[in-house]
């Protein structure tokens, strides 16, 4: 491309020019003085110009790179891992699944052998012992990139890479988390190695439909950190759907009004969502033989603003998942691979080479419902500068199938709930409630305190919620955390140090599939996967936001 050479570069060129020819200078010693004058004047005149010329190539420079803004965000952070309890079947148990039926294993077994070795496993009490991690580093990095057309039409998105110290390969071994399946809700949220993943994407165009401002927005959505979740990341608002109940990376869609004007209430919005979780008819090995059982996986909600003065503010948030699937498309190790036979057998095979599989839905398994009402307030007109939240929430499962993944069917699982004698599944609701307050401290600094409880039979998207335990918000039973945040330079540098304990009160936190079972009532044939009781978790991390 050519470029036009700015004026003051022109004139630098021709002072150069005219000093290069030798000046004559007479005895006369007023004219000497005179040519001295004018020499100084061109020097500082060449000075002048120089700077106008940098500064001119700089706002050229800005023209051409500030299309998109970008902003760095980078968090290293240690934590230190107790898991006081972990309860697990007895090894004799574990290896009886690789043991030919011919020497008294399962390998090779109908489901009555199976189901009648399970009703033998419900007698057997599980081990127990203790894991603990005493230091387990992290760094995350964040992009933030922006760009803004015009005053209708905005860009936004971010990159993101999370890794765990001294490991890059993005897959774990299953030991019965959703959390160890490196899925698209999860990517950039769990440490997945070294790699940018593309968190989220999307466009906004904004307008006015009369006296009523509309948004419409398609991409990758930012639905993960959303409110409250701000408080503990030190940041303003990270998401659009509340956190408690979806805190999920997806692809959709949303169509916000602002109803401000119109109503005379501070902050009220009304706004709807759609995305997909599923798509069933790419990728997977159904997909083109036109014998898919499997629909896509979809949800769609709203988001209700009842009010926000930006001191006070009161938010709904609803969400209805259709067709929810028994396993998204992601990718993991796991132990050992359950097979079908033709025969109607079942064999069992090691994964002795910790070989990653590529995971998929087999069917549909229902539908559910979230709902969550957040409060929040600072109370610094009245009183110091505290800030108090709390957001009651409720689930509702509606199970259609059990799963026709080997395991689970041959457990007979479905959504949130385990067949009973007559293959019947059980709709279910459950229910939460996190609270927290943030107090002010010497330096600017900030006391977080937090506590949620789930029900037995709460289930919640929060998958993506950066935690290297388990989403502490999707817990069925109770988790305290205390924070401290140190600005060093505002909030651009910050230290944080905090504490968590979970205490599991049922199985299966944050899984869809199976019957939450009481942890003081477990057994071996609940523990054919590891199952936490409780866990201790300590960490300091240092923050900086350019």
Request: charged share 15%; glycine share 10%; aromatic share 12%.
């Amino acid at each position: 491309m050519k470029r036009t050479i700015a004026r003051p570069t022109i004139i630098l060129a021709l002072l150069g020019m005219v000093l290069s020819f030798p000046m004559v200078i007479t005895p006369n010693s007023a004219a000497a003085e005179e040519v001295q004058t004018l020499q100084q004047e061109i020097e500082a005149l060449k000075e002048e110009l120089a700077d106008m010329d940098a500064r001119l190539n700089k706002s050229e420079l800005h023209t051409a790179t500030d299309k998109v803004s970008l902003g760095v965000e980078l968090r290293t952070r240690v934590d230190s891992i107790r898991y006081n309890k972990i309860y697990y079947a007895p090894l004799m148990l574990r290896q009886g699944f690789f043991t030919p039926v011919a020497m008294g294993g399962l390998n090779g077994a109908t489901l009555p052998q199976i189901q009648q070795a399970m009703m033998f496993a419900a007698g057997m009490a599980p081990d127990e012992y203790v894991a603990k991690n005493d230091a387990i580093f992290t760094n995350r990095l964040r992009l933030n990139m922006n760009a803004k057309l015009n005053s209708n039409l905005a860009f936004a998105g971010r990159l993101a890479m999370y890794k765990v110290y001294g490991d890059s390969t993005g897959v774990k071994t299953m030991s019965g988390s959703l959390n160890d399946v490196a899925l698209d809700g999860n990517t950039a949220s769990l440490p997945q190695g070294d790699t940018l993943h593309v968190e989220r994407a999307y466009f906004n165009y904004k307008n006015d439909l009369g006296a009523v401002p509309i948004n419409l927005s398609l991409g990758r959505r930012p639905a993960t950190e959303g409110p409250p979740l701000e408080y503990g990341n030190y940041s303003l608002e990270g998401g659009s759907p509340l956190g408690t109940i979806i805190n999920w990376q997806f692809d959709g869609a949303s169509f916000s009004f602002g109803l401000e004007d119109i109503s005379g209430i501070p902050g009220a919005a009304f706004k709807l969502c759609y995305g997909v979780g599923f798509e069933s008819d790419w990728g997977n090995s159904y997909s083109l033989n036109g014998s898919s059982y499997v629909s896509d996986a979809t949800f769609g909600g709203f988001i209700a603003t009842f009010y926000d003065d930006d001191v006070t503010s009161m938010v709904l948030n609803y969400a209805h998942a259709w067709n929810i699937t028994d396993g998204f498309a992601g990718t993991v190790v796991m132990p050992f691979t359950p097979v079908k036979n033709p025969d109607g057998t079942y064999s069992f095979i090691p994964n002795t080479g910790g070989y990653i599989s590529r995971m998929e839905a087999a069917t549909n398994i229902g539908d559910f419902d979230l709902a969550s009402l957040l409060l929040r307030t600072n109370f610094s007109e009245r009183f110091a500068d505290i800030d108090f939240f709390l957001a009651p929430s409720w689930s509702h499962t509606r199970p259609s199938n059990i799963s026709r993944n080997t395991f689970y069917e041959m457990m007979g699982q479905g959504l949130v709930s385990t067949a009973d004698a007559s293959g019947q599944l059980s709709s279910e609701n459950g229910y939460s409630i996190y609270a927290g307050i943030l107090l002010p401290m010497p330096l600017d600094a900030r006391l977080g305190l937090e506590y949620n409880w789930g029900s037995q039979y709460w289930f919640n998207m929060t998958g993506a919620e950066d935690s290297l335990i388990g989403s502490k918000l999707s817990t069925r039973g109770q988790v305290y955390e205390a924070y401290y945040i140190q600005p060093v330079f505002s909030d651009n540098f910050f230290l944080k140090l905090g504490g968590q304990y979970y205490d599991y009160e049922y199985t299966g936190s944050g899984n869809p599939l199976g019957e939450p079972v009481k942890i003081k009532e477990l057994t071996a044939k609940d523990t054919l996967f590891p199952v936490a009781d409780t866990v201790w978790n300590v960490y300091l991390s240092a923050t900086i936001r350019l």
